[in-house]
């Protein structure tokens, strides 16, 4: 029970600290925003830890996910310091190497859900080429502009490593739901939903730094949010897939 009170907390926790840390770091961050921030990141590890021991979930899936809940806690700490350019890089390789980790958990529990499980079947491509479309039209809407080849290359790579998230969470949920998983349903709204978020609040990031919308306070309102319950959801996951 007392594990249970400590998961609401962390959730009650977010509630409180995501809007104190908004507010602290518009319009600029500072060491208050970095301290509330740090307060939501440790919120969401905190879940994954305690989904582990709530339902003695220590599977490979568990432990995999708990590795990329530490990256994405290094890559708040990182991207907030903003100190050097040294800083920012480490920050977004932080969540660059988080992503493949994740996704490495799914490819990786996919088979176990569904023995004749097809990593390139069609309907995960056409999901993915259709993402990737609308990707480039929200570029051209946006008029983001990526000032550099290597910019782009990066942006590229990190825009199919969080198409490859969604979709593969998303069908790692549904297959736990089809095949007679427990809480089936609740499974793969946690999956779809928490990876959904994660691609809608680093799509509006891009836009934020590379589509002159830095002063868009709401967009970037929506940014931290989903970002925050992207984070919370796939912390969540564990305490349904254990394999």
Not at 68 to 79: H, K, M, T, Y
Not at 132 to 142: Q, W
Not at 145 to 154: A, I, N, Q, R, W
Request: net charge positive; with cysteine.
């Amino acid at each position: 029970m007392l594990l249970k009170i400590l998961y609401c907390l962390c959730i009650v926790l977010q509630i409180i600290f995501v809007p104190l840390f908004l507010k602290a770091q518009w319009p600029g961050i500072c060491r208050k925003s970095l301290f509330f921030k740090m307060i939501c990141a440790t919120s969401f590890l905190s879940m994954g830890v305690l989904s582990i021991n709530i339902v003695g979930n220590k599977s490979t899936y568990a432990i995999i996910m708990l590795v990329g809940l530490v990256f994405g806690w290094l890559g708040d700490l990182f991207l907030h310091l903003n100190t050097s350019n040294k800083a920012f890089a480490t920050g977004f390789c932080c969540f660059l190497v988080g992503h493949i980790v994740y996704i490495a958990a799914y490819v990786k529990t996919l088979p176990i859900m569904k023995a004749d499980y097809n990593h390139f079947n069609i309907y995960e491509i056409a999901v993915s080429v259709s993402i990737f479309i609308l990707g480039l039209v929200l570029i051209k809407v946006f008029k983001v502009d990526l000032h550099s080849k290597v910019l782009k290359v990066g942006c590229f790579i990190y825009g199919l490593l969080l198409i490859g998230m969604f979709v593969k969470a998303s069908s790692l949920g549904l297959n736990f739901w089809l095949n007679g998983g427990k809480y089936g349903i609740l499974a793969f709204l946690v999956l779809s939903i928490g990876s959904l978020c994660f691609m809608l609040s680093d799509a509006s990031l891009g836009i934020i730094m590379f589509g002159g919308q830095k002063r868009n306070k709401p967009l970037k309102v929506f940014n931290i949010a989903t970002y925050f319950l992207a984070q919370s959801l796939l912390a969540s996951s564990i305490l349904f897939i254990n394999a």
